[in-house]
């Protein structure tokens, strides 16, 4: 009988860019903290037990989906037209299987559309209605576009689209912080077997366009999984991680060039950050590393240590 791997590890974020320090209260703090520490909760539980890699970063990017705190699912973005639009990503490190999904209105947990796409369609990407008709006719409920609406993501859209207004000169009136220019929610696991997988979710970006699409769904840009090299996770300025290619640029500087996990993900931000992005990733090895590199104020983030013990971390 094969020896059962002992190297099993979860990563989780809530996006880079986070509330200044100076507006953190104890109160707000538990609140992105209790959220990370409940992703942890419902995709160690599975990866402990056996699970796979897949089904504890659905579930973790499921339960920040639907917590309002963080901008993805329940909690998104709105568009300059006042609407939430959605994109998400899955991928199997085993199998290079992936499923993406874009411009979601009615989906409640976009990360399971997309799990749907990889296991259940023919395509890798999918979006829009065409999208939704397939998550319809495979039995997922449509929810209504109120479902997504928070109010601190409402005055938020009120605030960029005033700030952009002002231009430059209204830097001064309008104060956007990181959190306001960044969120996505995100989770990387290894399994027992061996087994890598990465998922992804996001609301976008504050008054983004209405058809605008990020990273996130991007395969090789927000989102990859390769079992050969790592697992990854960003979150950040989507346009600059595209054009990055980040999360793939990971793993191929650890395959072609040799380098361990925490250089390669250092080296692949830096490359957005050249281009003029900025944001962080999460990303985990076949061997279990870690690394969570960032160039904001902070990234929400947590990992699971060796000993199982629950990492939340929120600035530098
Ligand atoms: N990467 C996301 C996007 O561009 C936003 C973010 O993570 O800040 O859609």
């Known amino acids: 009988m094969p020896e059962t791997r002992k190297t099993i590890g979860l990563v989780v974020h809530g996006g880079a860019g986070t509330i200044e320090r100076s507006e953190m209260t104890p109160e707000k703090e538990r609140k992105y ?6 992703a942890l909760t419902a995709g160690y539980t599975i990866v402990k037990d056996g699970g796979s890699s897949l089904d504890a970063t659905e579930a973790a990017v499921r339960v920040l989906e639907d917590d309002p ?4 699912g329940k909690g998104s973005d709105f568009t300059s037209a006042g609407t ?5 990503a899955i991928m199997n490190g085993k199998t290079l299987a992936a499923g993406t999904v874009a411009n979601l209105k009615h989906i409640k947990n976009p990360v399971s559309l997309a799990r749907l796409v990889m296991e259940k369609s023919k395509h890798v990407m999918m979006d829009g209605e065409g999208a939704e008709a397939f998550a319809k006719a495979n039995g997922i409920q449509l929810v209504d576009q109120k479902y997504f609406f928070t109010q601190h993501r409402w005055d938020l859209l009120q605030k960029t689209k ?6 430059p000169s209204g830097s001064k009136k309008f104060i956007i912080t990181d959190q306001d220019l960044h969120g996505t929610v995100g989770a990387v696991a290894l399994d027992r077997d061996g087994n890598l997988a990465a998922a992804t979710s996001t609301g976008g970006k504050a008054n983004k366009l209405p058809g605008r699409v990020g990273d996130t769904p991007v395969i090789g840009a927000g989102t990859y999984a390769n079992n050969a090299t790592c697992a990854v ?3 950040g300025d989507g346009e600059f991680f595209i054009m990055a290619t980040l999360a793939h640029n990971v793993s191929a500087l650890m395959e072609y060039r040799g380098m361990n996990l925490q250089a390669a993900a ?6 957005v950050a050249k281009l003029g992005g900025t944001g962080g990733l999460i990303a985990i090895d076949k061997n279990g ?21 629950f990492v939340v971390e929120i600035y530098k």
């Open 162 to 167: 005033a700030a952009e207004k002002a231009g």
């Open 289 to 309: 590393n870690v690394a969570l590199p960032f160039n904001t104020s902070g990234m929400y983030r947590g990992y699971v240590d060796p000993n199982g013990k």
């Open 84 to 88: 939430n639009e959605m994109d998400a």
């Open 33 to 38: 903290r209790g959220g990370i520490e409940q």
């Open 233 to 235: 996770s960003g979150t």
């Open 69 to 72: 705190n963080f901008n993805a």
């Open 266 to 271: 250092q080296a692949a931000l830096e490359q």
